[in-house]
């Protein structure tokens, strides 16, 4: 499991004595079980989902304020909405356990591995999204009546406190709960959901509206012009917590050559036709706007500004025959939003289960850099003038970089053979920076000697001194140069 909690695999060749002339590159088993992976990915989309249709509804409810019959008319994508969060939670806590440990399905059933997972933090962090769930079914029941009534500031006052802590469930368990900028990549997140949810939850609203309305009773256009000012404001949040998470996950332009760089990409494009269908919902929606008609006609999605029929529209006997076709054209603009919206989704599910481009550039950048050691090795020999008192200590510095650094040292005597001493104690001096002695603080591991506890502030030569001790009256203290590469 990765530091953001994704399941990750790896692989490498290495020899033991000479290598053999014949090499095959190894090749890593699936971090993942096929189909646990893929239910994984199921349970992760119908949340997004759920939360885009949960918030999305009780925005446009609060702030667009539609009327009865559109308020009748969206109770059944709330309540969608609430069961699709729950239920893909307590499928993700199930599925969580062999998704985490590379069991198959079986690891389903498995009671070690429910009890794993409610223990971690991506568990944790689903367990309280449920109890947050509990609280909004508690809300809806207590607040349906006061939408509409004096009351309605303290409905959406606990709205938005749930909203953001159901948002922040994401946030604490995925990307930006590791990584650089930890505090500012958590707030970053919780304001991309919830404008995500506000601009494709809202949208599927108006889309439901604009098919069931009947026409003698249609939404509002005061209505669709606060929605359409609410989804520009969305749209803005979307764009500049994007911009951040996408420089926070690339770190550089080579990293679009990455799986996560290529998901972006694609969802960068995939946004890109979503506003193009918003802009043709505009100019359908100031058309509609400019004939006169009997009553103010709904619709309007891309965040233009609505103006009032024109005086004089007294009936629809006034109106322009093409109106009809005109509202058609309308609901295509706004399917067209909600369909490209259902892509974009799948996208970010994929997206938010990637590595990201950073840290795959990082570590492909550790691995290729020709010349660099990711391994120092270093060959002290020692005699303390006893009889058997002389051998050598074999220490590995791993990376050998500047930062913290994994020690293994191990004892040999005179005949090459391992042996047990009852002391051996490292530092590092560099005398150019007059730092150190740091000691390495080794423990003895029944074999050998390690610690990686070492941080190694500097670059350069350093000096190594080994205090070996092979008896309780002999001992002798021996010293090597090492290089620290940046």
């Given at each position: 499991?990765?530091?953001?909690?994704?399941?990750?695999?790896?692989?490498?060749t290495f020899s033991?004595?000479?290598?053999?002339?014949?090499?095959?590159d190894?090749?890593?088993?699936?971090a993942?079980?096929?189909?646990?992976?893929?239910?994984?990915?199921?349970?992760?989309?119908?949340?997004?989902?759920?939360l885009a249709?949960?918030?999305?509804?009780?925005?446009?409810?609060?702030?667009?304020?539609?009327g009865?019959l559109a308020?009748r008319?969206?109770?059944?994508?709330?309540?969608?909405?609430?069961?699709?969060?729950?239920?893909?939670?307590?499928a993700?806590?199930?599925?969580?356990?062999?998704?985490a440990?590379?069991?198959?399905?079986?690891?389903?059933?498995?009671?070690?591995?429910?009890?794993?997972?409610?223990?971690?933090?991506?568990?944790?962090?689903?367990?309280?999204?449920?109890?947050l769930?509990?609280?909004?079914?508690?809300?809806?029941?207590?607040g349906?009546?006061?939408?509409?009534?004096?009351?309605?500031?303290a409905?959406?006052?606990?709205?938005?406190?749930l909203?953001?802590?159901l948002a922040?469930?994401?946030?604490a368990a995925?990307h930006?709960?590791?990584?650089?900028?930890?505090?500012?990549?958590?707030?970053?997140?919780?304001?991309?959901?919830?404008a995500?949810?506000?601009?494709?939850?809202?949208?599927?609203?108006?889309?439901?509206?604009?098919?069931?309305?009947?026409?003698d009773d249609?939404?509002?256009?005061?209505?669709?012009?606060?929605?359409?000012?609410?989804?520009?404001?969305?749209?803005?949040?979307?764009?500049?917590?994007?911009?951040?998470?996408?420089?926070?996950g690339?770190?550089?332009?080579?990293?679009?050559?990455?799986?996560?760089?290529?998901?972006l990409?694609?969802?960068?494009?995939?946004v890109?036709?979503?506003?193009?269908?918003?802009?043709?919902?505009?100019n359908?929606?100031e058309?509609?706007?400019?004939?006169?008609?009997?009553a103010?006609?709904?619709?309007?999605?891309?965040?233009?500004?609505?103006?009032?029929?024109?005086?004089?529209?007294?009936?629809?006997?006034?109106?322009?025959?093409?109106?009809?076709?005109?509202r058609?054209?309308?609901r295509?603009?706004?399917?067209?939003?909600?369909?490209i919206g259902?892509?974009?989704?799948?996208?970010?599910?994929?997206?938010?289960?990637?590595?990201?481009?950073?840290?795959?550039?990082?570590?492909?950048?550790?691995?290729?850099?020709?010349?660099?050691?990711?391994?120092?090795l270093?060959?002290?020999?020692?005699?303390?003038?006893?009889?058997s008192?002389?051998?050598?200590?074999?220490?590995?510095?791993?990376?050998?970089?500047?930062?913290?650094?994994?020690v293994?040292a191990?004892?040999?005597?005179?005949?090459?053979?391992?042996?047990?001493?009852?002391?051996?104690?490292?530092?590092?001096?560099?005398?150019?920076?007059?730092?150190?002695?740091?000691d390495?603080?080794?423990?003895?591991?029944?074999?050998?000697?390690?610690?990686?506890?070492?941080?190694?502030?500097?670059?350069?030569?350093?000096t190594?001194?080994?205090?070996?001790?092979?008896?309780d009256v002999?001992?002798?203290?021996?010293?090597?140069?090492?290089?620290?590469?940046?």
């Amino acid at each position: 499991m990765s530091a953001d909690s994704h399941a990750v695999s790896g692989a490498f060749t290495f020899s033991i004595g000479e290598p053999s002339q014949t090499r095959a590159d190894a090749v890593a088993e699936p971090a993942v079980d096929p189909t646990v992976d893929v239910l994984y990915g199921l349970g992760r989309y119908v949340a997004y989902a759920g939360l885009a249709l949960l918030i999305g509804v009780v925005v446009f409810v609060l702030v667009c304020r539609p009327g009865t019959l559109a308020l009748r008319m969206v109770r059944r994508p709330l309540l969608a909405g609430w069961w699709a969060l729950v239920l893909s939670t307590v499928a993700l806590l199930v599925v969580r356990g062999p998704y985490a440990s590379g069991d198959g399905l079986a690891g389903v059933f498995a009671p070690k591995l429910l009890l794993s997972t409610v223990d971690s933090r991506p568990g944790i962090a689903l367990l309280v999204r449920l109890g947050l769930l509990l609280l909004v079914a508690l809300l809806l029941r207590r607040g349906r009546s006061e939408w509409h009534a004096d009351r309605g500031t303290a409905a959406a006052g606990g709205a938005l406190a749930l909203a953001l802590g159901l948002a922040g469930t994401w946030a604490a368990a995925e990307h930006a709960s590791a990584g650089i900028q930890v505090p500012v990549a958590i707030v970053s997140p919780v304001l991309h959901l919830l404008a995500m949810a506000v601009w494709l939850g809202g949208l599927a609203v108006l889309l439901v509206v604009l098919f069931r309305a009947p026409t003698d009773d249609p939404l509002a256009s005061a209505a669709v012009a606060r929605f359409s000012r609410l989804a520009l404001g969305a749209v803005a949040v979307l764009a500049a917590t994007g911009v951040y998470q996408s420089w926070r996950g690339l770190g550089s332009w080579e990293a679009f050559t990455t799986p996560y760089g290529r998901t972006l990409a694609l969802k960068i494009g995939a946004v890109a036709l979503m506003l193009l269908a918003a802009s043709y919902s505009r100019n359908w929606t100031e058309r509609l706007l400019r004939v006169p008609q009997e009553a103010p006609v709904l619709v309007a999605v891309g965040g233009g500004e609505h103006r009032p029929p024109p005086e004089g529209a007294t009936g629809p006997d006034t109106a322009d025959p093409d109106l009809e076709a005109q509202r058609r054209g309308l609901r295509r603009s706004v399917l067209a939003e909600v369909v490209i919206g259902v892509v974009v989704l799948a996208v970010t599910t994929v997206l938010t289960g990637s590595q990201p481009g950073r840290a795959a550039t990082e570590s492909a950048a550790v691995s290729t850099t020709v010349g660099r050691p990711n391994v120092t090795l270093a060959v002290v020999p020692f005699d303390t003038g006893a009889p058997s008192g002389s051998g050598k200590v074999q220490i590995t510095l791993e990376p050998g970089r500047v930062g913290r650094n994994v020690v293994e040292a191990v004892v040999f005597g005179a005949d090459g053979s391992v042996i047990a001493i009852p002391e051996l104690r490292l530092t590092f001096t560099q005398s150019a920076q007059r730092v150190g002695p740091l000691d390495a603080e080794l423990v003895d591991q029944s074999g050998y000697w390690g610690s990686d506890s070492l941080n190694l502030p500097l670059a350069g030569t350093w000096t190594m001194r080994a205090t070996v001790r092979i008896s309780d009256v002999d001992q002798v203290t021996v010293s090597k140069t090492v290089k620290i590469t940046p």
